[in-house]
């Protein structure tokens, strides 16, 4: 835990409350329609003393920002009333991200809450060193936290931040691909508990989100393709032209992400802006997640365990295949989806012997309903049927079906 006091005698309060001259927000499809293509618009962000060029999602209650943090942060908090600025890092985004968060801060003060990184550190210990920086420093109810990191700062910091005083505010600054892209939207916050992956959290939302891709030039390749499977699932529960966008794509260490990340967004976006507490077509979400996250937990056993996204790829291509069992999605869909993911993310074939464990794991999933394994299944490509079910069998057949991609 490091903390480094970089506060001046004034903070500097130049209130220049920034007014969003468009909503580019669209009317929300009925759900099982295909989404309309993104509407990619600019808004112009103008103060009384600034303009700033930036690509702004507006949520319902708070703005995503997407491009350069040095251009867009230090103006934020110049609207801000705020009596103490803390920044949360872990050990690898307080080397490599905070360089970064630092020039966009300009002569912003701030204390550096840092803790140790990964998921096994997304913790009450964690929390509890959090916790006592912020007490330690006085922080009051208008303090404000800003949480420089992958998922799991985001989810922890958040919390935190959320609980600490009956809550202070909070805003995001995601920089993993998978951060950028899923837990900026939704407002889910949280930490593992009795190793329960977020058994102990809450809804809250940030006041806004800074998406800054030039993040990702640190993250090792391995995390950009993991997070790159949440993309590939946006594209193919929400959006079939994107999905075709994609396959086009070359090599994800060049990418130049501003763009594609800002259509994902928008997919996200209007899906949780429809079902913000996860109680139906949020569901879509999960496509590729049943088998996923079965397959990530026996991973998690071994010498050699998956990230979440490689994990979700293998899922995927199983329930790409499950979809064509159930929904009727056309064989030559289902291949071209199995051809991606080998190629993308390498083959990782599934000891049959080790289908009943899956077969547990999936039966505990909490969010199966009737004692059912549930499901989020497409057809055609761009369209997401929720609260689809499989028997055990078929399941095992899409193992098999992907176990047979190799090439
Ligand atoms: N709230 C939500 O809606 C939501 C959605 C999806 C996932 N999540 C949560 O997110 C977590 C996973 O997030 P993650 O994949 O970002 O993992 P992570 O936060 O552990 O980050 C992965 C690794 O990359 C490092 N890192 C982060 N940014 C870096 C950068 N720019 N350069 C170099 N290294 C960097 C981190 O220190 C870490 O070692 C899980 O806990 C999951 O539950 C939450
Ligand atoms: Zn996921």
């Known amino acids: 835990m490091g903390s480094r006091d970089q506060r001046s005698p004034a903070l500097p309060n130049l209130i220049t409350t920034a007014t969003n001259k468009f909503d580019n927000r669209l009317p929300l499809p009925a759900w099982g329609c295909r989404f309309a293509p993104c509407d990619l618009r600019r808004v112009n962000f103008e103060t009384t003393t600034i303009k700033l060029p930036m690509e702004a999602i507006p949520l319902k209650h ?14 934020f ?26 020039k966009a801060l300009g002569q912003s003060p701030f204390s550096l809450v840092s803790v140790p990184s990964g998921e096994a550190n997304k913790n009450l210990d964690s929390c ?70 977020n058994s102990i959290g809450l809804f809250q939302d940030p006041l806004a989100v800074f998406i800054d891709p030039a993040f990702l030039d640190t993250l090792p390749s391995r995390e950009i393709r993991s997070g790159f499977a949440e993309l590939i699932k946006h594209s193919l529960i929400a959006d079939a032209e994107q999905w075709a966008r994609i396959r086009q794509l070359g090599r994800l260490e060049n990418m ?4 594609i990340i800002v259509h994902s967004l928008h997919i996200k976006r209007r899906i949780v802006e429809q079902d913000p507490l996860e109680k139906g077509i949020r569901k879509a979400l999960n496509f590729g997640h049943t088998i996923g ?5 026996l991973a998690l056993e071994t010498d050699t365990p998956l990230l ?15 979809s064509h069992q159930i929904l009727g999605l056309p064989l030559k869909e289902v291949a071209q989806i199995g051809r991606y993911i080998v190629q993308q993310y390498g083959h990782y074939p599934q000891n049959p012997n080790h289908y009943p464990d899956l077969l547990a794991l999936m039966r505990n999933d909490k969010k199966n309903q009737g004692g059912q394994i549930n499901f989020t299944l497409i057809n055609p490509l761009g369209q997401a049927a929720i609260n689809q079910h499989c028997n055990p069998e078929l399941i095992e057949e899409s193992l098999n079906y992907y176990n047979g991609l190799a090439y």
Request: hydrophobic fraction near 45%; aromatic fraction near 8%.
């Open 62 to 75: 708070y703005n995503i920002f997407v491009g350069p943090i040095e251009l867009q942060l230090a103006a």
């Open 77 to 102: 908090l110049k609207g801000l009333d705020y009596s103490q600025l803390f920044v949360i890092a872990d050990e690898n985004t307080e080397r490599h991200c905070l360089p970064r968060l630092e």
């Open 128 to 197: 509890r060193l959090i916790w006592k920086e912020l007490m330690g420093q006085e922080a009051g109810r208008d303090a404000l936290v800003i949480n420089l990191g992958g998922g799991v700062i985001g989810d922890m910091g958040g919390f935190c931040a959320a609980t600490f005083k009956r809550g202070i505010r909070f805003i995001q600054a995601p920089t993993t691909l998978l951060s950028q892209v899923d837990a900026s939207i939704g407002g889910k916050l949280g930490i593992d508990f009795l190793q329960v992956k």
């Open 256 to 259: 130049d992400w501003e763009s």
């Open 293 to 297: 996250h079965a397959v990530e937990g």
């Open 308 to 322: 979440h996204g490689e994990a979700v790829a293998i899922g995927l291509a199983c329930e790409a295949y499950l």
